[in-house]
């Protein structure tokens, strides 16, 4: 440690022994971003409250949900009221871009656009084009013991051309991925027949999962980036019987999965999540439970019947489930529910255009990556 940062520490002790620490939580919520990331490294203790998911929660300028239309996007902040904030395009080099799909992969999110894709830090308002002509992302990963050292290591996967292959970052390189997935569950391979049932994956503990069709069961299928290597991991509690079903995986926690379950005809929605914290190497000791079932009158569809429809997004905090999804009119909506009822629903009005895309996004106080460009490079 420098002497800068040996004083830094001596000033943020001497003030803690004059403020009580709640006070100077509370001035932290308020501080500009920017200036959190410089403050992180003033001293353990501040570091360690500035990566806090509660501190993050609660500070003033915290979002859950993005939505994007053709021509902008906003952020959504659910605490202590729904507040919908436009994000300006200028400063990520995202505009004059129509963004195709969005992404959340742990502290960052991927979006892909029309020309390229974007890995995007949008709290910070960072982000770094990833050129790549007609493939489509998947996902991306952090691969390293340390997050804020020098040999960070991010890796993407893409599908293109009926070929999976791995992006490096920090290189600019591109790898052909063997498409022949080996079962968690048994000694033998098999040939991927999968079907994916979204092109969006699950970013968990160093693994991206899916949720495939494979011989008239639902699953989950999961990429390890270290071994470079798809897997069968485990089967869903449930599955879709409807072609409108809501079928949506996330993480719980941040080491456990949840699932999402809306049966299109009845509108019986439940949420499943994982027992136990997800062991990524094994998938044979998972075990699901029912964690909430609503049977609510009038409950929307979550999935409506038009070819822009998506998929709901939707978080799971304190026992309390919130959902973004759109309405038959393509026009945004926010569901909360708590105790197995509809607390509150807020139509989006402000967002300018219909059918928007939308996912979830917890803040992250990671810087992007900069790697080497690689617009001369080909898939």
């Not at 799909?101 to 910070?124: H, Q, R, S, Y």
């Not at 798809?230 to 079928?247: I, T």
């Not at 529910?337 to 059918?355: A, H, P, Q, T, Y």
Request: include cysteine; proline fraction near 4%; charged fraction near 25%.
């Amino acid at each position: 440690m420098d002497s800068t940062e040996t004083k830094e520490e001596k000033k943020a002790a001497a003030h803690e022994e004059q403020l009580p620490w709640e006070l100077i939580e509370e001035i932290l919520y308020r501080v500009p971003l920017k200036s959190l990331v410089r403050l992180s490294v003033v001293c353990k203790r501040w570091n360690i409250i500035l990566d806090d998911k509660r501190f993050i929660n609660n500070h003033k300028e915290t979002f859950r949900f993005i939505l994007a239309t053709e021509s902008k996007i906003y952020s959504v902040s659910i605490d202590p009221k729904i507040v919908v904030r436009e994000l300006p395009l200028d400063t990520l080099g995202l505009e004059y871009q129509k963004p195709k799909t969005l992404v959340d992969c742990d502290e960052f999110l991927i979006c892909n656009m029309d020309k390229g894709a974007f890995v995007w830090n949008p709290w910070l308002k960072q982000s770094e084009c990833i050129a790549h002509p007609s493939s489509r992302l998947e996902g991306i990963c952090y691969n390293g013991s340390n997050r804020r050292s020098e040999v960070s290591r991010y890796k993407t996967i893409w599908y293109s051309n009926k070929e999976w292959k791995i992006h490096d970052f920090a290189f600019g390189t591109w790898k052909n991925v063997n498409v022949i997935s080996k079962s968690n569950n048994s000694n033998q391979s098999e040939k991927q027949r999968r079907t994916l049932h979204s092109e969006i994956g699950v970013f968990l503990n160093g693994s991206l999962f899916w949720i495939y069709f494979l011989e008239s069961l639902y699953s989950v299928s999961n990429f390890n980036f270290s071994k470079e290597r798809f897997y069968r991991f485990c089967d869903l509690p449930c599955g879709k019987s409807h072609v409108r079903d809501a079928l949506v995986l996330r993480s719980f926690k941040g080491d456990r999965f949840s699932l999402l379950k809306q049966c299109n005809v009845t509108k019986k929605t439940e949420i499943w999540v994982t027992k136990n914290k997800v062991n990524v190497e094994d998938g044979r000791d998972v075990v699901w439970v029912n964690f909430i079932t609503l049977s609510i009158p009038s409950f929307p569809s979550l999935v409506p019947t038009n070819f822009y429809s998506q998929q709901p997004s939707y978080f799971i905090e304190d026992k309390r489930l919130v959902v973004c999804s759109c309405d038959e009119t393509g026009q945004a909506w926010i569901y909360v529910f708590g105790e197995s009822k509809l607390i509150n629903k807020v139509r989006i009005d402000s967002v300018v255009g219909s059918w928007p895309l939308h996912c979830t996004y917890f803040p992250s106080l990671v810087p992007v990556p900069r790697g080497q460009k690689d617009e001369d490079l080909q898939v």
